[in-house]
């Protein structure tokens, strides 16, 4: 990975730059409101803890407004259905799981896990039956997450999960989250790789001096490199115990990150020097709910390394855990305020500087798709407030 910007990322930061969330002058209309952006659907994305949908139950799930029912037949297999009945459009999560199939708690239709309609208990012999059911997505599940592609299911198959060594590995130890934040998504992506932020966590991880050694970026990721150094005040053990010489008891050595928005996911790692695998390593995804996506559940897997001594791990578990919901809490305050602007002002007046974050937000532009009902959003938004000259 490049030490040093390159010239390519010079010139398209300046391109880029004219537009609306990279400067105070809104009249430009040249580049598009990143907040206006939708999620592509062509890729995999969690929606349930794997824990949450039990056998023989139903699990109400959403995908950027998209209502979806998923269900454990009596086989073990999880099935994922467009959330309505075909007959009168109750939710089908308000069903009954019989075996692998699905009835409505309505009028009893059947459903089985490809859509299709097995049974409508009283049609009379020989009446026609609907011809379509109601849409199936396909679905996985894996490191404990139920996945469902809500995009085009012909590509389902040439796309890959995310490839995560860390969840297998005897060596280490998951922590599941499981979360919803009040903003766009890409306020998230921003904010874990913006590590300029680390003022907001003061309270928890003390002064903490983040340094950009650098970074690249491509079509479809920005990968960035910090190195961090305690400055004083009182670090908090949980952190501690997250760094390359704590957990893992290593040798001490800089505290070097990574992280990466490879869309459309995110991961954050900390390598130690000539390991093989990382001392604790964190993906994150972020699934809008609503059709606006101004609403976000963020599903996160952090990876950590075990420590050499038995049973350490467990005594240092809920340290870790309390250590990572404080720092999520506070990030989720400041995103969610964001959020909250953009709502008051109708468009995004970001004066932002920071070179890596104007990339990364290129690449979520690119990436994306028009949202389904920007014209309903549209006439939701007030009308954008006029600021007298200075």
Sequence with gaps: ????????????????????????????????????????????????????????????????GERIVLYRGESGTVHALEDRCAHRQVPLSMGVVEGDTLRCCYHAWAYRGNGRI????????????????????????????????????????????PELPEFDSAKH?????SRTVRCHYS?????????NHQFLHRGVVGRIQPTLLGYDTGPDFVEARYLFTHAGGKKNRGAGLLAA??????TASPDVITIRTCYPYQTL????????????????AYVPEDAEQRTNHVYGLLMIEKPPIPGAIHLAWPLIRRFTERVFAEDRTAVEA?????????EDWNSEVFPLILDVRHVLRTNGVPLRRESALSDAQPAPVTRGSA
């Design 1 to 64: 990975m490049s030490e040093t910007l390159s010239a390519k990322n010079e010139t398209e930061r300046a391109g880029s730059a004219a537009g609306p969330d990279h400067s105070h002058d809104h009249s430009s209309g040249s580049v598009t409101d990143l907040r206006r952006t939708g999620i592509n659907p062509n890729f995999w994305y969690p929606i349930a803890v794997s824990g949450s949908v039990r056998k023989q139950k139903t699990f109400a799930a959403t995908f950027a």
């Design 118 to 161: 097995s049974q409508i208990p009283y049609l009379p012999r020989g009446a026609a039956r609907p011809p379509r059911g109601v849409r199936a997505y396909p679905v996985r599940e894996a490191y404990g997450l139920v996945f469902v592609f809500p995009g085009d299911p012909q590509n389902a198959t040439g796309a890959a999960l």
């Design 173 to 177: 130890k998951t922590m599941t989250f």
């Design 187 to 195: 306020f998230m992506h921003e904010n874990l790789l913006d590590m």
């Design 245 to 250: 010489q704590g957990v893992g008891g290593g």
């Design 269 to 284: 790692q900390l390598v130690p020097k000539n390991a093989d695998l990382p001392a604790f390593s964190l993906w994150v």
């Design 338 to 346: 964001e959020q909250r602007a953009w709502d008051e002002q109708g």
